[in-house]
């Protein structure tokens, strides 16, 4: 590190939270490369915990997860009664399929919502790049 | 009536006696002057008239206060018994000269009436502020709550209780938001409702769909329809009265038949994210280190990854029509912007097939209301079937241009097998095939079904032109953006928001 000059603005972190290892690889894989700093998390439980360390720029959380789902976590996270507001920026990322009007409940307490078959993981980093 | 008699023959009397009392005084004055004095008789005629008219005028002053004093007792006894409190005191009977007895007995009767009145109004308030002993209330097998003006619980009942797995007692006294911790399907909430008819309204019902009580530990959930009644006019006590209508069984099921598409949907998801993500890392990987035969084969897994999605879209849509809950929202786009991007992620599939797709725009197009993500999908599947049904024809003509009536028209074209008269009319059908080809071409017979709707709900037509052995021309049209505000001021909708079926109105966006 110390041979390369320091970067302008240090790079990002981000919190991916998906139970699928080969879709947790292959985000590792495009987010490093654009400059993120990428922790993976695959169990809800453990995830909320580390969520709540308040570490991240930005949090990516599948809906399907074992232990404790994604909607529980958003709504763990968002309940400023019980934790303190996250400095993080949260992105559903899922598959799964929800009525119009579960998404929109969804996607009004988060950051973003996107279907990841929708998209290759170099667009979304891209996407990443536009959230501020 | 006979205490009235009785009135009657004592003023009767009294007014007989002052008057045989006045006459013979006059009388009596006339003769005395007359006897005594040496006046002018015509004197003395003036003085008894005179003195005869002043008698008659105390006479008058006097029996008007005796007739005038029963009415005031009466009024007085009204108004003492008035349930608005007039401060008026209880009428004294012992200064009564006339009709004692008649305003003694009246009195008594307003007494009783007032009894009455008040007895019945205690009555109807006791029954009203104990719900809890009333019968109907208490036994109906549909739960019940009632709130009071804070919100908090003064009655459920024991369906209620049993509903929700709470003792009624428990119940009473907490705040509803406690017990019943609701999700609703929309913005559209009991609480916000509830808030806005407290500050506008004396009365309100309110009804609500699909509502899902979010229960703690392992009850199972339920799911209701919910309906509600505000009226401020209440007592405090019972402003707000709740019905629930358990529907968990029914909306379970229809949640179950959603939620089969919508996990076949997931598990087809997950392979192609993969698959799309492989496939861009090799590109990025291995772009230009291959030879041409393999670079080849990386550019058809590419399609046929992007043609799955466009499957496993058209299934979903397919299912939101059919579920009434496809919704588009139309915004103002340029058209040949739209059209290329469409075109640009369809000419790898058209190339990978040795095909190239032609494309003409005319100058001059106005801009367009449409839902980008679904018209993508319009030109995605017939330009899907002209890829498919182009036999070994290599061209794909596309045409947009602005038709007499001033609307957008689109026309895909191929050159291979056409339609045959006869199957027509059951191209738009959903899982048609034609019975020729099927076996040849791939297809489940859901493109042009989920086109049509699309278009419909753009406001525009989809219609075909084709001739066996020379191909098929699909066109359809879509309105001008102008066009689309112009109808909406008509309507007055606020957004352009539409299902399927026709118009939803002031919906928020979904769709992104």
Known sequence: MTDQPAPAVQSRTVLCIEDEHFISELYTRALTKGGYHVTVEGDGEKALAEAQTDKYDIILLDLMLPNLTGIEILRTLRDTARVPPLRAKIIITTNLEQREDVRADIESHADGYLVKAEMTPHELVNFLDTVK | ?512
């Open chain 2, 1 to 512: 009536m006979d205490h009235l008699q009785q009135l009657r023959a004592t003023i009767h009397q009294y007014l007989f006696g002052l008057l045989a009392l006045e006459n013979l005084s006059s009388v009596a004055i006339g003769w005395t002057l007359a006897t005594y004095t040496h006046l002018d008789p015509l004197l003395v005629g003036l003085i008894s008239l005179t003195s005869s008219l002043a008698f008659s005028l105390v006479i008058v002053i006097i029996m008007t206060r005796l007739v005038v004093q029963p009415i005031r007792a009466l009024w007085q006894t009204i108004l003492h018994f008035s349930p608005i409190d007039q401060g008026v005191a209880a009428p004294q009977f012992d200064g009564l000269r006339v009709g004692r007895e008649l305003v003694e007995s009246l009195s008594t009767q307003v007494f009783q009436l007032a009894n009455v009145a008040e007895h019945a109004n205690e009555e109807s308030q006791r029954q009203n502020s104990n719900l809890a002993n009333n019968f109907i209330a208490q036994n109906l097998p549909l739960p019940l709550f009632v709130l009071d003006s804070s919100e908090t619980i003064k009655f459920a009942n024991v369906a209620a209780a049993k509903y929700i797995g709470i003792a009624a007692a428990d119940l009473i006294g907490k705040n509803i938001y406690m017990v019943l911790d609701m999700s609703f399907p929309s913005e559209d909430t009991f609480d916000t409702w509830l808030k806005s008819v407290k500050e506008k309204s004396a009365t309100a019902t309110g009804s609500w769909e699909r509502v899902r009580l979010n229960v703690r530990d392992n009850h199972p959930t339920l799911m209701f329809d919910l309906a509600a009644y505000y009226n401020r006019a209440n007592s405090e006590h019972d402003e707000t009265m709740l019905a629930l209508f358990d529907h968990t069984k029914q909306y379970s099921q229809d949640d179950q038949a959603v939620s089969f598409i919508a996990l076949s949907v997931h598990e087809l998801r997950t392979p192609l994210t993969l698959l799309r993500g492989y496939i861009e890392v090799f590109e990025e990987e291995l772009g230009g280190k291959v030879d041409a035969e393999l670079q080849d084969f990386m550019f058809k897994m590419k399609a046929q990854a992007e043609q799955l999605m466009a499957f496993v879209n058209n299934i979903l849509n397919v299912a939101r029509v059919d579920d009434d809950q496809l919704e588009l929202r139309l915004q103002e786009e340029q058209w040949p912007s739209v059209l290329k991007s469409a075109i640009e992620a369809l000419s790898l599939r058209a190339k990978v097939r040795g095909m190239r797709i032609e494309c003409t725009m005319a100058g001059n197009l106005p801009s367009v209301g449409v839902d980008r993500l679904s018209i993508y999908e319009v030109v995605n599947n017939l330009v899907d079937n002209a890829i498919k049904y182009s036999g070994t024809s290599k061209v794909i003509k596309i045409d947009t241009h602005l038709t007499q009536g001033g609307l957008i028209e689109t026309t895909v074209q191929d050159f291979g097998l056409g339609i045959s008269g006869n199957i027509m009319p059951n191209l738009f059908t959903k899982f048609y095939r034609d019975h020729r080809n099927r076996a040849q071409i791939g297809g489940t017979g859901l493109g042009l079904y989920l086109s049509k709707a699309i278009v419909s709900a753009h406001g525009g037509q989809l219609w075909v032109r084709s001739k066996e052995g020379e191909g098929s021309t699909f066109g359809f049209t879509i309105k001008p953006y102008a066009q689309l505000t112009e109808e909406m001021k008509k309507t007055g909708d606020t957004d352009l928001v539409r299902g399927a079926h026709g118009w939803i109105k002031n919906h928020s966006l979904y769709r992104r």
